[in-house]
């Protein structure tokens, strides 16, 4: 489905009824990712996946794409969905997007998870690895998607699950570069939003991989002592989707059924 939003198309998908459960994607993914998930979910929930700004069939919005310009899109859909509530899932950058979001619209948000994800902002070593990313990516953007998408995962999956990585690849590929650039900004200037996350009165759920090369797993677990905030924790790396899928649709239903 396509959305008329500031010139730009965005593409959306809605399946199932029920409680509505927002979806967004992380980085070079786009709403295809949850196609593994959604079965089990449209079981008793209405599920909206949002290919974000620059991904997917979702088009460019200038050249920084902020994570509130994100949400504005999801807003947008919404609104037109007429959902005034749902439970948000939010997979890396997604969950970046969910936090700006819930941020604007605290009343809309009945459950958020933060799927291989952070409230954390980038530190200066990463803000340097995104902006020579976006140097690099200009002359050489098949190497640096191929690169950037298999380093997700532990080195273990990178073997076990070969056919998987190089189907998201594909899809990692579609991704403009314009898009890719874009968002690499606006993840770089993205503030920390700790105390929002804890403060939110719902539900909350953290999932990490203790082999995840982009989220500190150490940071966010002490981080989270003595709060309300769930975490449970995998084996492998950044990509639970694919790394973990039988055991993420059990904990993900577990906490959409709280």
């Known amino acids: 489905m396509i959305l008329e939003h500031k010139g730009i198309q965005i593409n959306y998908n809605v399946q199932g009824e029920g409680d509505a459960i927002v979806l967004l994607h992380g980085f070079l993914e786009n709403s295809s990712m949850w196609d593994s998930l959604i079965p089990e979910i449209i079981k008793k929930h209405q599920t909206i996946s949002i290919d974000l700004l620059g991904h997917g069939k979702t088009g460019c919005l200038g050249y920084i794409h902020s994570m509130e310009l994100m949400a504005e899109a999801i807003e ?37 998870c933060l799927m291989n994800s952070t409230f954390e902002a980038d530190d200066e070593d990463r803000k340097l690895l ?43 590929l579609k991704t403009p570069l314009r898009g890719y650039m874009a968002c690499n900004e606006g993840m770089k200037i993205r ?39 769930d975490i449970i924790e995998f084996p492998d790396g950044h990509m639970s989707h694919i790394e973990n899928t039988k055991e993420l649709t059990y904990n993900l239903m577990h906490f959409i059924e709280k």
């Open 76 to 112: 947008a859909v919404l609104a037109f969905l007429k959902i005034e509530q749902a439970v948000f899932i939010g997979h890396s950058m997604g969950g970046y997007v969910a936090l700006a979001f819930a941020e604007k619209n605290p009343d809309a948000i009945i459950g958020l």
């Open 130 to 172: 995104r902006t020579r990313a976006n140097k690099m990516v200009k002359t050489n953007f098949k190497n640096m998607v191929r690169m950037s998408f298999t380093n997700l995962f532990s080195n273990e999956s990178k073997i076990r699950f070969k056919n998987e990585i190089e189907v998201g690849i594909n899809q990692a």
């Open 191 to 229: 503030k920390n939003k700790e105390h929002f996350f804890k403060s939110l009165p719902t539900k909350k759920l953290i999932i990490i991989g203790t082999k995840d090369p982009v989220v500190e797993v150490d940071i966010i677990k002490k981080k989270l002592i003595n709060s309300d905030v």
